[in-house]
């Protein structure tokens, strides 16, 4: 087996199984799947982790199987957060523009998300993803500002908020494993994106 950095491994931890998908991004930017494995899920209870040894144990079984049908022992992860502790809270971002040319730019944009993300919150929570619902340009709403000519910029975010204890387990976990952690991602938006059409998640 060759453990190569171009490799990643996609992580669901359910509440009744382990699974492990072993894939590559190609040229085109295709995803090519090339091992699948996985274990009955040890060690955590409704979406909350009790014992992380029976955890990573289960984790480690399932990517050993993955690791057997791909041929490659991957270094890099994205895995799943559940349900438990987490919450949603929507909160607005302000940014006035200095474009020269009186056209909101992708980097205004960005702070502006950025900025949304002020908010208070407790040291038990760490924000997930920061989700954009809609835009306005000096009032007039819109799904994206870029290149709208326009002075204020203005977005309401939808922020999923996640246990910093959960993400702090996993991620000592995983470090256990030798996997460098390149994302977390909340159940619910990861089934969004392959469930629904762009459109419905517009919706």
């Not at 087996?1 to 992580?11: A, C, S």
């Not at 509440?15 to 040229?27: Q, T």
């Not at 009790?50 to 490659?72: C, P, W």
């Not at 702090?168 to 059409?197: N, P």
């Amino acid at each position: 087996m060759n453990e190569i950095d171009n490799y990643i491994v996609g992580l669901d931890i359910g509440s009744s199984k382990v699974c492990v998908v072993i894939c590559e991004l190609d040229e085109t930017e295709e995803l090519n799947i090339l091992g699948i494995g996985t274990s009955l899920s040890e060690g955590i209870d409704k979406g909350k982790i009790v014992d992380s040894n029976l955890l990573r144990d289960a984790i480690d079984k399932a990517l050993k199987r993955a690791s057997k049908v791909s041929g490659i022992i991957p270094n890099r992860v994205i895995t799943n957060i559940s349900f438990f502790g987490i919450e949603f809270v929507q909160n607005p971002g302000f940014i006035l523009s200095s474009s020269e040319t009186g056209q909101i730019t992708y980097s205004e944009k960005i702070e502006c998300i950025r900025r949304s993300k002020n908010i208070v919150r407790s040291k038990d929570q760490m924000i997930m993803h920061a989700l954009p619902l809609y835009f306005k340009v000096d009032g007039t709403k819109l799904s994206n500002p870029i290149n709208v000519f326009g002075r204020n910029l203005e977005v309401e975010t939808h922020l999923v908020l996640g246990s910093s204890e959960s993400i702090m387990q996993i991620t000592g976990i995983l470090k256990e494993l030798s996997l460098r952690i390149d994302g977390f991602v909340y159940d619910s938006i990861a089934s969004s994106q392959v469930l629904l059409t762009a459109e419905e998640r517009r919706q």
